[in-house]
């Protein structure tokens, strides 16, 4: 793809989360959500494999879709209450429509099935951006309407955990895998995000951080599914050691990063009164813990038979910056201790 | 006028379902401009003049023209048209089922609500305000909804590359 054209398809990736982000007005936030919609599609199918296109077609379609709801509820507000503000939005009907099209562009279940299948088909460069920077316009928009006291976003949390590690389990494609674990941390979010935005945004964070880091170490080692990972300890030692610290970290283990939003995110079930909520969420997790196991089973815990032209190839300098890498690994196994830091800084 | 309005809205019928009958994104697009027609005739009809002129500009002047070169980027040899027998009993099977829906429900025909605020009365009209205000205080969403359209036709460009050896192309 041309260089000029790759620079306008990414700066208008970040003109669309700008515009969600900054907008107190339906249809600017819609414009925002359309442009990322429309600034991806190439991204995506820039490699032209028939694959890429038919992901490519379906994320547009379900995009498309979630934001034409989101327009017309915007709409529709603004006729009954005479007011287009995203903050002002207190009717339960009108926030219930709205939480629906944005759980449909974020992937949370059971507005999910499209997620699996368009990260198999994309690389995992873009399935990167799918994961991060895509899921930060409709989590503004999510954040701003200020549910209360909503069975909708719980339903919507507990089933995104439950179906994010339950479909998870039969899989052997490291992107499908993601794409139930992006589904799965995602409904932690939503869980929590209409008692406490700041724990929301917590765990957002930390989500982007860990899903990025996964995501650059499978495109270092070049495996897109379970049986190339059997071999990638070859290819990079120090970073396949380091590898099941990221995937448990995901899956929420203490004394990883991972373990603070699911820590803080009990309590705060816990202080509102949710505690049956809670309790299904941490069991839920366990079904994702499951295939995050076998993933560092398989990378790093066993050592396959191999015959002798799987004797470590030559180790290059990557093409690749890796001082990203560097950060997000850092940023997923050791901040656990800056917990109090962390709040306050949410919090703000 | 009411016999207008009926022949107008008849057409709008008539071409949605054409454009859903249609196999062929020419003939689609075919319909969209008889859709679009009809339905600026009716939106006339009932006061809103400038939003039917900007319908005619905006919609069949700009979009449907670079819909229809985008589309001609990956096109169809020997496009299936409206007189072959597969699409036209799709064609006559919507009409049945609109004419059936509009047969059991009892709706009055919104012949008397007009476009606008008093859009023939006054000499500052809601519509005309609204673009010169987009112009004015609305800026960013002026100059973002601009850039999209441009990166719409870039995005075009890229999805359809190759033509007919890239992906999307037409397969019989």
Redesign the interface.
């Known amino acids: 793809m041309s260089p000029y054209v790759l620079v306008l398809l990414l700066f208008t990736l970040g003109l669309g989360t700008t515009l969600a982000f900054v907008s107190s007005h339906w249809l600017l936030a819609w414009v925002g959500l359309e442009i990322n919609t429309l600034a991806i599609l190439p991204l995506m199918v820039r490699n032209h494999h028939p694959r890429a296109v038919e992901a490519a077609t379906k994320y547009f379609l379900i995009q498309a879709g979630g934001a034409a709801v989101l327009l017309f509820a915007g709409v529709t507000n603004a006729w009954l209450t005479g007011q287009w503000g995203i903050q002002q939005a207190t009717s339960p009907i009108f926030i219930g429509v709205i939480s629906i099209a944005l759980a449909l562009k974020l992937g949370l279940a059971p507005l999910h099935s499209w997620m699996p299948e368009v990260f198999q088909g994309l690389d995992l460069n873009t399935g990167l951006v799918l994961a991060t920077w895509q899921k930060l316009a409709p989590l503004a928009l999510l954040f701003q309407i200020q549910p209360a006291n909503s069975p909708l976003l719980i339903f919507l949390g507990l089933a995104s955990t439950l179906i994010g590690g339950w479909g998870g389990l039969n899989q052997t494609q490291l992107r499908k895998i993601l794409a139930y674990s992006s589904i799965a941390q995602l409904g932690w979010v939503v869980l929590v995000v209409q008692f406490s935005p700041s724990l929301a945004t917590l765990a957002v964070l930390v989500y982007i951080v860990a899903a990025a880091a996964t995501f650059i170490i499978l495109k270092l080692v070049k495996s897109t599914n379970i049986n190339m990972l059997a071999v990638s300890w070859a290819k990079s030692p120090a970073l396949v050691a380091m590898a099941p610290l990221v995937f448990l970290s995901l899956a929420g283990l203490p004394p990883l990063t991972g373990f603070m939003p699911k820590w803080l995110i009990i309590e705060e079930l816990s202080k509102q009164g949710l505690g049956p909520a809670a309790t299904l969420a941490v069991l839920t997790a366990l079904l994702s813990l499951y295939y995050y196991l076998r993933i560092t089973y398989a990378m790093t815990l066993t050592m396959f038979p191999n015959n002798f032209s799987g004797v470590p190839p030559w180790r290059l300098r990557p093409l690749q910056l890796t001082f990203p890498l560097a950060c997000l690994v850092t940023g997923t196994i050791s901040v656990l201790p800056l917990t109090p830091a962390a709040i306050a800084l949410v919090a703000l | 006028m009411l016999y207008c309005g009926n022949l107008l809205l008849l057409g709008v019928v008539v071409g949605t379902a054409a454009v859903a009958a249609n196999p062929s994104p020419f003939y689609a697009a075919l319909g969209l401009v008889t859709v679009a027609a009809m339905g600026c005739g009716f939106i006339m009809c009932s006061g809103g003049t400038f939003l039917c002129l900007i319908l005619f500009l905006i919609y069949l002047g700009g979009m449907l023209v670079v819909f229809a070169y985008s589309v001609a980027l990956c096109a169809d040899p020997f496009p299936t048209g409206l007189a072959e027998g597969s699409v036209a009993k799709y064609m006559a099977g919507y009409l049945l089922l609109t004419g059936g829906a509009a047969q059991c429900t009892t709706l009055a025909p919104p012949f008397w609500w007009s476009v606008g605020q008093e859009a023939d009365m006054s000499a500052m009209q809601g519509e005309a305000e609204g673009v010169s205000e987009a112009y004015g205080g609305g800026g960013?969403?002026l100059i973002?909804?601009a850039?999209?359209l441009l990166?719409?036709l870039?995005?075009a460009l890229?999805?359809s590359?190759?033509s007919s050896r890239?992906?999307?192309r037409p397969i019989k």
């Open positions: 960013i969403i973002s909804c850039w999209a990166v719409a870039y995005v890229e999805v590359r190759g890239g992906p999307v």
